[in-house]
């Protein structure tokens, strides 16, 4: 079975084809071909196919998403990225979702009806799911009507959250409506978690994680016996950790006040979403290299951006620590392109715990090794590396999906 992800984040869309069978569908094969669009300034894509044997990257020549993703798609079955014969050899299509509100809890099959209620959540995220859509519909297009898509939500692992951890201390009829703490970034924390216990050599059911998936959006999750019971995003993926752009959360008050200084909801959007963050703070780049590139260079705004970043996540992993039960915390995990690749941002996280017998080994993690445990042998709570891999985890849910009688 071909199964092809289509994975739209906040500024790139990245995709990749895999080949499975029964015999490799619980080990991440590599994939047939991988593709991405960087959004950021010049729109750029960039595709290579199995073992890197191709490779190219070249600025787009349009603006326009569906023509670049159609253009994407294409190199599926032509050019010299070509992995398949026709399209016909796809046979699904697995979508990365950013928001399934309270309607969607599980791998769905996209039909007119899924599609009208991923546009009326689209004011919950509108950085994603508009994105989403758009993917969807270039499927359609590029493939035809006849192929299946599955969505698959970053809300989903969230949603056995507990009540009194998920509702809003507002009027109760906001939950009746719907206003209520869905959590994101769902897909990467679950397969975050479970690789921790393959790591660990741990049942998942017996762990108590913290997992920080820091990129340009930023979020923590505390798990317990493989569910997520707390998450730092809310309502929307705007709430809680600074973030590349977003400001994550603030005083509401402030948003009355900017209100009526006139602001509209349109400008606010734009202001929180686009205009903060460490973007916002150093009024130089939302991109972490950039601003410790900055920051060495003497930079006074890049230095209180840098801090005030490390500070909301400390500030969050302790809340944490309380929602998990104190101290008894078994592993710190650091994911995405941050988590991934700054040591000194894991350095000066970690430096915050040292109290609960957190230690970080300073050698392994200037190495930025991934899939492994940089704590020291020591340590109390041991501290892992992960390269997330969402696009095989939403493959593993097609496939399931695939199995399910109908």
Known sequence: MKILVMNAGSSSQKSSLYALDDSSVDKPPDPLWEAQIDWTQTPTMQVKTFGGRVSIKEELKTDSRSEALSELLQTLWSGETQVIKNKSEINMVGHRVVHGGHQYTQPTLINPKVKDTLNKLSSFAPLHNPANLEEIEAVEQSLGMAIPQIAVFDTAFHSKMPLDIA?????????????????????????????????LDKDLNSLRLITCHLGNGCSLAAIRNGYSVDTTMGFTPLDGLMMGTRSGSVDPGILIYLLRQGFTADQLEALLNKESGLQGISGLSSDMRQIIEAMDGGNERAKLAFKMYIHRIRSHIGSMLATLGGIGVDALVFTAGVGENAPLVRQKVCEGFEFIGLTLDKKKNSQSLVDQNIATADSLVQVLVIHTQEDWAIVQECWKWSKKPR
């Open 167 to 199: 509702i809003y201390p507002g009027p109760y009829e906001w939950f009746e409506q719907g206003i209520r703490r869905y959590g994101f970034h769902g897909i990467s924390h679950q397969y975050c978690a479970q690789r921790t216990a393959q790591i």
